[in-house]
């Protein structure tokens, strides 16, 4: 193991590593733009420049390798200077554009010229113009905001491998661009805006949205798949703008794809169900006199609290739970491994730990169909869900139907009791990813109109039924269920699934 | 005595109110109105005289007040040679904006000579406080405060100011 | 014809009263103006001139608000009271001389000075049943000032009257004392004002003293500013008028005016001859033009102290309470005491009569 030396204290690392992979490790922070934790090191900004005793020259961090008794120097004079300068040459040809850039708050550039700036360019003459153009169907670029770090470059060659994106023009008119007719569109595309350290690459959905330092940053979890890939919501007056992935090495690393950044929009279709008919008292005086003849549908992108509630109503009501879920496409997987799952549910692998492998609705819908079961309960979280034809005759046959959903279905029109449910970014709960890691879902804003969570519904209709004391929060239905414990433990990147309480605590209804 | 009991400092300072008076003669130069009386005569003859000064009052429907320059009425969003609102819709008055009266909504901008224009541009002239902060952030001189002073509205909608009523100013 | 008489004389006196109490309102707003350097009111009528009508009618169209919790009877009697006392004292003043048999006052009683001084008090019941039928601490609190207040001014009022007794018996013709105010005014029409000492010369400094004394002290009991202590706005929000509005709380207004004018009326009685001016009036000219003259006289006196009010308001700022107290009981009472003294030994001794 070698021994390096970081500003006069010793470390030990792995031999091979880069320089400023173990700074950052360490937590000393080298200012960079080209490198990136998630990349392969290109050292072409020059900006991490760092003075080490085997070298008279200062050496770019980023690609120099760590040997025994490297002593490194991270601060001083010399190599304010030499950053200042390479500040300066950065910003030749960088327009002064901030104030109509949407980077401007989290822009790297921005950021590193406030602390390490030269103060003045010498740079008289005209600054290069460069294109603004579309590089694909969600990205469009600024060229002249452009400072060549090949960060984005690097991502389509080494992360996505389908490397749509390359270096075009030399010297100072360089700038990414992609070849004619081959738009930049593989389903990653997205991460290149985040990685970008300049306004060069804009993503088209958040753009001129909102100024970031107005905004409000919450971290959640996506359930567009069940890859469950850690997100960063930003919030602004009570809308999400945007997903951004959020480093969780276990889940996604530093990506997520563009189909579940983009899954946003539906929040606040007009389709949403806004309002309710019928209540949680009628569901619980229908349920209570069909005791024995209840089916209940359930999504398998409801939260754990849900699951675990609708497992307490089952039992309650001496009722059958179905599942129904969502398959799309076929698995994508990048050169460097993100994968993109079939299965469009958040949370199949929760409801397979609660109810078991078998996960059809078949039971349910044979019941029906048998006229054994004449009422349904269906709990659908999976927005502009193709019901399948089964369920869709089963629900026309039963006597008595009620539907919580999040957007507006044929199902919706014929229910008795419709409630409107909170969709995932209105409501807080737990998911389980595929790989069986617990994740948190956090609440970002209102739900719309008289919308709520299927939790507190659910918690309702059992305290009608008499067999909850109380409502409670979508966390005391988590310590509930899993004894010991809590979200806190939980934490913002997810634990692995706990024991869950062998006995569900729930009374038969007494009539 | 405690030296820490302030009830024996503000005894202190009560003596030291009346210090000022010659010693021996403090009681009676408390006691005696005389000693009022001609502050009292020379603050009557002030009045008096004020009395028969003119009126320095504005009346103000007829005669009509002149701000100064620099003075800080209305907003006022200002039109290039074309026409056109100078605003790129940058939020820079947004942020700068200490009472968070301006509400900006932006979009591409139809024209090739800049990338976003406003699509709305309010400002909510009862909570705005005429600091001219606005003014000073604006990196394109896009706004400024005009010298009208006069806003008379029967409710607060009215007190929202769109952008094409800004244009207007 | 002695009650058409009787009539025309409560006319008079009710109508310097009643007409001085707006022109008093009026001349508050417009001298304060020009005090300060404004205009005042100058939008209703010619110059302003109907600005106290039209405060009057919108009080009147205003709502009477009873807060919950307030004694009614008392809430709504106490500007009653307040507003009725100073027209009773008025009935007593000599507001003019004689014309043929006719006294110029609407009632000569022998003891009009008792009367006054007895009027004057009842005009604090109004205020501090008024202020404390409020339920409100403010108004409790005003009215206990009102009573407080009056209490100390009142006894250099009295003393300062009884320096005017001894005044007029200094050169009565009848040799003898006397608490007819229009005994006074007669006296004072022959021998000279009693700010001038009366009848003496060295009555002089008695004479200044005591009428700055009573002025203060009719200052003091009316709660004008500079000892508005019941109704000071910077610690009591209004004082004992906080929870009257509409009506009450302008009959509140007008009868600080209405005491006022009272007060005045009693100061030029007692100290600046009332109605006489030489040269100018004879008390034994007991014709008509003559009474009209002396009316004349009169009113204008009353006119010029009412002025001196409203200046010294906008003049002065607000006492303290403690320095309202510590004046009236440290300084104008043995003042006043020393004063009578004076009057009694150098009478005495010097004009034995």
């Given at each position: 193991?070698p021994?390096?030396k970081?500003d006069?204290?010793?470390?030990?690392?792995?031999?091979?590593?880069?320089l400023l992979d173990?700074?950052?490790?360490h937590?000393t922070?080298v200012p960079h733009?080209?490198w990136?934790p998630?990349?392969?090191?290109?050292g072409n900004?020059?900006?991490?420049?760092v003075?080490v005793?085997?070298?008279r020259?200062?050496e770019?961090?980023?690609?120099?390798?760590?040997?025994?008794?490297?002593?490194?120097?991270?601060?001083?004079?010399?190599?304010?200077?030499?950053?200042k300068t390479?500040?300066?040459?950065?910003?030749?040809?960088?327009?002064l554009?901030?104030?109509?850039?949407?980077?401007?708050?989290?822009?790297?550039l921005?950021d590193h010229?406030y602390k390490y700036?030269?103060?003045l360019?010498?740079?008289?003459?005209d600054?290069?113009i460069k294109?603004?153009?579309d590089l694909g169907?969600?990205v469009?670029i600024?060229?002249?905001?452009?400072?060549s770090?090949?960060?984005?470059?690097?991502?389509?060659?080494?992360?996505?491998g389908?490397?749509?994106?390359?270096?075009?023009?030399?010297g100072?008119?360089?700038?990414?661009?992609?070849?004619?007719?081959v738009?930049l569109d593989?389903p990653?595309?997205?991460?290149?805006?985040?990685?970008?350290?300049?306004?060069?690459?804009?993503?088209k959905?958040?753009l001129?949205q909102?100024?970031?330092?107005?905004?409000e940053?919450?971290?959640?979890t996506?359930t567009?798949c069940?890859?469950?890939?850690?997100?960063?919501?930003?919030?602004?007056?009570g809308?999400?703008?945007?997903l951004?992935?959020?480093?969780?090495?276990?889940?996604?690393?530093f990506?997520?794809?563009?189909?579940?950044r983009?899954?946003?929009?539906?929040?606040k279709?007009?389709?949403?169900?806004r309002?309710?008919?019928?209540?949680?008292?009628d569901?619980?005086?229908?349920l209570?006199?069909?005791?024995?003849?209840?089916?209940?549908?359930?999504?398998?992108?409801?939260?754990?609290?849900e699951?675990?509630?609708a497992?307490?109503?089952?039992t309650?009501?001496?009722?059958?739970i179905?599942?129904?879920?969502?398959d799309q496409?076929?698995?994508?997987?990048s050169?460097?491994?993100?994968?993109?799952?079939?299965?469009?549910?958040?949370n199949r692998r929760g409801a397979a730990?609660l109810?078991?492998k078998n996960?059809?609705?078949?039971?349910?819908t044979a019941?029906?169909?048998?006229?054994?079961?004449?009422?349904l309960?269906?709990?659908?979280?999976?927005?502009?869900?193709?019901w399948p034809?089964d369920?869709?005759?089963a629900t026309k046959?039963?006597s008595?139907?009620?539907v919580?959903?999040?957007?507006?279905?044929d199902?919706?029109?014929?229910?008795?009791v419709v409630?409107p449910?909170a969709?995932?970014?209105?409501k807080?709960?737990t998911?389980?990813?595929?790989?069986g890691?617990v994740?948190?879902?956090r609440r970002?804003?209102d739900?719309?109109?008289?919308?709520?969570s299927d939790a507190?519904?659910?918690?309702?209709?059992?305290?009608h039924?008499?067999a909850?004391?109380?409502?409670?929060s979508?966390?005391?239905?988590?310590?509930?269920a899993?004894?010991?414990?809590?979200?806190?433990?939980?934490?913002n990147m997810?634990?692995a699934?706990p024991?869950?309480?062998?006995?569900?605590?729930?009374?038969?209804?007494?009539? | 005595?405690?030296a820490?009991?302030?009830?024996?400092?503000?005894?202190?300072?009560?003596?030291?109110?009346?210090a000022h008076?010659?010693?021996g003669?403090?009681?009676?130069?408390?006691?005696?109105?005389a000693?009022?009386?001609p502050?009292?005569a020379?603050?009557?003859?002030k009045?008096?005289?004020?009395?028969?000064r003119?009126a320095v009052?504005l009346?103000?429907p007829e005669?009509?007040?002149?701000?100064?320059?620099g003075?800080?009425?209305?907003?006022r969003?200002?039109?290039?040679?074309q026409g056109?609102p100078?605003c790129?819709a940058?939020?820079?008055?947004a942020?700068a904006?200490?009472?968070?009266?301006?509400?900006?909504?932006?979009?591409?901008?139809?024209w090739?000579?800049?990338?976003?224009?406003p699509?709305k541009f309010?400002?909510?002239?009862?909570?705005?406080?005429?600091?001219g902060?606005?003014e000073?952030?604006c990196?394109?001189d896009?706004?400024?405060l005009t010298?009208?002073?006069?806003?008379?509205a029967t409710?607060?909608?009215?007190?929202i100011?769109?952008?094409?009523?800004l244009?207007?100013? | 014809?002695?009650?058409?008489?009787?009539?025309?004389?409560?006319?008079?006196a009710?109508?310097i009263?009643f007409?001085?109490?707006?022109?008093?309102?009026?001349?508050?707003r417009k001298i304060?103006?020009?005090?300060?350097?404004?205009?005042g009111?100058?939008r209703?009528?010619?110059w302003?001139?109907?600005q106290?009508?039209?405060?009057?009618?919108k009080?009147?169209?205003?709502?009477?608000i009873?807060?919950?919790g307030?004694?009614?009877?008392?809430?709504l009697?106490?500007?009653?009271?307040v507003?009725?006392?100073?027209v009773?004292?008025?009935?007593?003043?000599?507001f003019?001389?004689?014309?043929?048999?006719?006294?110029l006052?609407?009632?000569n009683?022998?003891?009009?000075?008792?009367?006054?001084?007895?009027?004057?008090s009842v005009?604090?019941?109004?205020?501090?049943?008024g202020?404390?039928?409020?339920?409100?601490?403010?108004?409790?609190?005003?009215?206990l000032?009102a009573?407080a207040?009056l209490?100390?001014?009142e006894l250099?009022f009295?003393?300062?009257?009884l320096?005017?007794?001894m005044?007029?018996?200094?050169?009565d013709p009848l040799?003898s004392a006397?608490?007819?105010l229009?005994?006074i005014?007669?006296?004072?029409?022959?021998?000279?004002?009693?700010?001038f000492g009366?009848?003496t010369?060295w009555?002089?400094?008695s004479?200044?003293i005591g009428?700055?004394l009573?002025?203060?002290?009719?200052?003091?009991?009316?709660?004008?500013l500079p000892f508005?202590?019941?109704?000071?706005?910077?610690?009591?929000?209004?004082?004992?008028?906080?929870?009257?509005?509409?009506m009450?709380?302008?009959m509140?207004?007008?009868?600080?005016?209405?005491s006022?004018i009272?007060?005045a009326?009693?100061?030029?009685?007692?100290?600046?001859?009332?109605?006489?001016?030489?040269?100018?009036t004879?008390?034994?000219?007991?014709?008509?033009l003559?009474?009209?003259?002396s009316?004349?006289?009169?009113?204008?006196?009353i006119?010029?102290?009412?002025?001196?009010y409203?200046?010294l308001?906008?003049?002065?700022?607000r006492?303290?309470?403690?320095?309202?107290?510590?004046?009236?009981?440290?300084?104008f009472?043995?003042?006043?005491l020393?004063?009578i003294?004076?009057?009694a030994?150098?009478?005495?001794?010097?004009?034995?009569?």
């Amino acid at each position: 193991m070698p021994k390096i030396k970081v500003d006069g204290q010793e470390l030990e690392v792995a031999p091979g590593r880069k320089l400023l992979d173990v700074l950052e490790e360490h937590g000393t922070h080298v200012p960079h733009f080209c490198w990136h934790p998630g990349l392969k090191p290109h050292g072409n900004c020059r900006m991490c420049l760092v003075k080490v005793n085997n070298s008279r020259k200062l050496e770019v961090s980023c690609m120099y390798p760590c040997t025994d008794n490297l002593e490194v120097t991270t601060k001083g004079p010399e190599i304010e200077a030499a950053r200042k300068t390479v500040m300066e040459f950065l910003l030749i040809n960088h327009p002064l554009d901030c104030p109509i850039c949407d980077k401007a708050g989290e822009c790297m550039l921005q950021d590193h010229t406030y602390k390490y700036r030269h103060g003045l360019s010498r740079f008289h003459e005209d600054k290069v113009i460069k294109e603004t153009k579309d590089l694909g169907p969600t990205v469009r670029i600024w060229g002249n905001r452009c400072i060549s770090c090949t960060r984005c470059i690097r991502f389509t060659d080494d992360v996505v491998g389908t490397g749509e994106l390359s270096l075009v023009n030399r010297g100072d008119h360089g700038m990414a661009d992609v070849h004619p007719d081959v738009p930049l569109d593989n389903p990653m595309s997205l991460n290149v805006v985040d990685i970008c350290p300049v306004g060069a690459l804009i993503d088209k959905s958040f753009l001129f949205q909102a100024r970031v330092w107005f905004t409000e940053r919450i971290e959640t979890t996506c359930t567009s798949c069940s890859r469950g890939c850690n997100v960063t919501a930003t919030m602004h007056k009570g809308e999400v703008k945007r997903l951004q992935p959020r480093r969780n090495d276990d889940v996604n690393g530093f990506w997520m794809c563009d189909a579940g950044r983009l899954d946003i929009e539906w929040l606040k279709s007009p389709a949403r169900l806004r309002t309710a008919r019928g209540g949680a008292k009628d569901v619980a005086d229908q349920l209570r006199s069909a005791a024995g003849r209840v089916g209940i549908i359930l999504s398998t992108s409801a939260t754990l609290e849900e699951m675990f509630l609708a497992k307490q109503l089952a039992t309650a009501v001496n009722g059958r739970i179905g599942f129904v879920s969502l398959d799309q496409g076929t698995r994508w997987v990048s050169k460097s491994g993100f994968a993109i799952e079939t299965d469009k549910t958040a949370n199949r692998r929760g409801a397979a730990t609660l109810f078991g492998k078998n996960l059809g609705f078949e039971d349910v819908t044979a019941g029906i169909h048998s006229g054994d079961l004449t009422h349904l309960v269906v709990i659908n979280a999976i927005p502009n869900l193709a019901w399948p034809e089964d369920i869709r005759d089963a629900t026309k046959k039963v006597s008595w139907l009620a539907v919580a959903d999040v957007l507006e279905s044929d199902l919706s029109t014929r229910a008795a009791v419709v409630i409107p449910s909170a969709a995932w970014a209105e409501k807080d709960g737990t998911i389980v990813n595929r790989d069986g890691r617990v994740q948190r879902l956090r609440r970002l804003h209102d739900a719309p109109g008289a919308a709520v969570s299927d939790a507190s519904w659910l918690q309702e209709v059992l305290v009608h039924l008499g067999a909850r004391k109380t409502v409670v929060s979508a966390e005391g239905v988590f310590r509930e269920a899993f004894p010991g414990m809590d979200y806190g433990k939980v934490g913002n990147m997810g634990s692995a699934l706990p024991a869950i309480a062998t006995d569900v605590p729930a009374n038969t209804v007494q009539k | 005595m405690d030296a820490h009991n302030p009830h024996a400092d503000a005894h202190k300072d009560a003596h030291a109110l009346v210090a000022h008076a010659p010693p021996g003669l403090s009681w009676l130069a408390r006691a005696s109105i005389a000693a009022y009386l001609p502050s009292i005569a020379a603050g009557m003859a002030k009045t008096l005289e004020w009395m028969f000064r003119p009126a320095v009052t504005l009346r103000y429907p007829e005669q009509q007040y002149k701000p100064r320059k620099g003075y800080r009425g209305e907003h006022r969003l200002k039109k290039d040679e074309q026409g056109r609102p100078k605003c790129v819709a940058c939020f820079m008055c947004a942020t700068a904006c200490p009472a968070e009266c301006i509400t900006i909504v932006a979009e591409p901008a139809p024209w090739p000579d800049r990338d976003k224009v406003p699509a709305k541009f309010e400002i909510d002239m009862l909570k705005c406080i005429y600091c001219g902060m606005c003014e000073e952030a604006c990196p394109c001189d896009a706004i400024e405060l005009t010298e009208t002073f006069t806003q008379i509205a029967t409710t607060r909608k009215e007190k929202i100011y769109d952008k094409e009523r800004l244009l207007k100013n | 014809m002695t009650w058409l008489w009787f009539f025309a004389k409560i006319g008079v006196a009710l109508g310097i009263i009643f007409s001085l109490g707006p022109v008093c309102i009026m001349g508050d707003r417009k001298i304060s103006a020009w005090i300060q350097g404004r205009v005042g009111p100058n939008r209703v009528g010619p110059w302003g001139t109907f600005q106290p009508i039209a405060d009057i009618l919108k009080l009147m169209m205003k709502e009477v608000i009873v807060p919950d919790g307030v004694d009614k009877v008392l809430f709504l009697g106490g500007p009653l009271i307040v507003f009725i006392a100073p027209v009773f004292g008025y009935c007593v003043i000599p507001f003019g001389n004689q014309i043929g048999e006719e006294k110029l006052q609407v009632v000569n009683l022998d003891i009009g000075l008792l009367f006054i001084m007895s009027v004057l008090s009842v005009g604090v019941y109004g205020i501090t049943l008024g202020g404390w039928a409020s339920n409100n601490k403010f108004s409790l609190m005003g009215s206990l000032r009102a009573s407080a207040q009056l209490i100390s001014y009142e006894l250099t009022f009295g003393l300062t009257m009884l320096l005017v007794v001894m005044m007029s018996a200094s050169a009565d013709p009848l040799k003898s004392a006397s608490v007819d105010l229009s005994k006074i005014v007669l006296h004072q029409a022959e021998y000279g004002w009693n700010i001038f000492g009366g009848a003496t010369w060295w009555g002089l400094p008695s004479g200044l003293i005591g009428f700055v004394l009573l002025f203060t002290c009719a200052m003091a009991e009316n709660n004008r500013l500079p000892f508005d202590m019941a109704e000071c706005e910077a610690e009591l929000v209004g004082g004992y008028h906080t929870e009257y509005s509409g009506m009450g709380f302008a009959m509140y207004m007008f009868s600080e005016y209405c005491s006022m004018i009272l007060s005045a009326s009693l100061i030029v009685t007692l100290f600046l001859g009332g109605w006489s001016f030489p040269y100018l009036t004879d008390p034994a000219d007991h014709s008509f033009l003559a009474g009209v003259i002396s009316i004349g006289v009169f009113f204008t006196k009353i006119c010029i102290i009412l002025f001196l009010y409203i200046q010294l308001r906008w003049t002065l700022p607000r006492f303290r309470y403690d320095q309202v107290m510590s004046l009236g009981w440290k300084t104008f009472l043995p003042l006043a005491l020393v004063n009578i003294g004076y009057m009694a030994v150098i009478g005495v001794f010097l004009e034995k009569p």
